[in-house]
């Protein structure tokens, strides 16, 4: 929800007057650090990078809230908050946060939120960011942008967050003037991850959470690992091969994924092939499928539309293999092979089992 200002009599200048004095006490940027059964999602760490830039250009603290029960997990991820910038790690543990849950976590959240005030707050656009930050959001009835691509902050000193829109061909900026706090969601890699300074130390805040077990509707019976399934880990491979139309028919993705294990890497595709049903949706690259990071991508038969690239641009070097000297995806390349990839990639993994051990 973003909004408008509401132009009160005066012009711009009292408004922002008006709102300054409104929002006095909200102060300081927070991250909401994701911990999933133990583990912290990585996204959590590249919001911290980017929330100490906010906070240094604010003049303000860098805040990061641990949510879950008392375990090392949780200890180690609060002592991991610092090494990547905070200053100050609000903690609410309880064994009722044990397994995520969209109530007892809004609880949590929003209790910290309405008793600390933050001016801004981060969460990780996964799954369990996206359910948390849009009722999180919804509870407080503040503006929340979702899926941002980038954040600064204005001259008015409000948060600047800025998302692909009509179908990514526009990029818009949205404020939230009106309301506190001003909440916005990031993908995974699609900020970059800090180095973490392991001197670093700072204060931590105990909240209780205030729930029982009988307050919560939504029971977690069983946990049903996905283990079985081929799990795609694109957004933080090494190095990424992918497949676009240019493969032609399905069975040529098998030229992609050999070239991929050969490598050492993951394998993905643009999303032609995913509506085509040729591969899964994990698998997909781009503004609506992973964004990907790589030291090294490798994009065979894929044109470059502006959907795919979004998704690709933060990768260290990017190899393109197209027939047409004039697609896209060369704006974007560092090395350019106008070639058939039906002939390259065999003749790449080949090349690459001769001589990787
Ligand atoms: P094409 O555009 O058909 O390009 C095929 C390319 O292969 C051409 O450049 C051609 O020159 C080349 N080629 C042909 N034969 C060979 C050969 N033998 N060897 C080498 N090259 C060859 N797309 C994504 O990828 N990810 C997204 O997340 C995504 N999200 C979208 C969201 C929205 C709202 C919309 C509207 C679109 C989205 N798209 C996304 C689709 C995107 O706009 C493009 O349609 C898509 O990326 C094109 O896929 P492609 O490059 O594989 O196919």
Redesign the pocket.
Known sequence: MADAPQQPAGGRAAMQMQLAAKFKDYRHVWVFVEIERGCVHPVSWELMGEGRKLADDLGVDLCAVVLGPRTDDTKAAISQTYHYGADICYICEDPLLADYRNEPYTRALTGLVDKYQPEILLLGATPLGRDLAGSVATMLQTGLTADSTELRIADDKSLAATRPTF??TLLCTIHTLNHRPQMATVRPRVMAMPEPDRSRTGRMVWHSLGMAEGDIVTKVLEFVSDARIEKANLAYADIVVAG???L?QPGNLALVQRLAEVVGGEWGV????VQKGWAPAER??????TTIRPRLYIA?????????RV?VEGSDLIVA????PD?R?FDVAHLGVV????TILPALADAFARRLP
């Open positions: 179908g990514g676009g139309m240019g032609r643009s999303r032609p092939l997909q690259i781009g503004q609506t499928g065979a038969g894929i044109s470059g539309a502006i959907q795919h998704g293999i197209n027939t047409d697609a995806i070639a058939d990839a039906l």
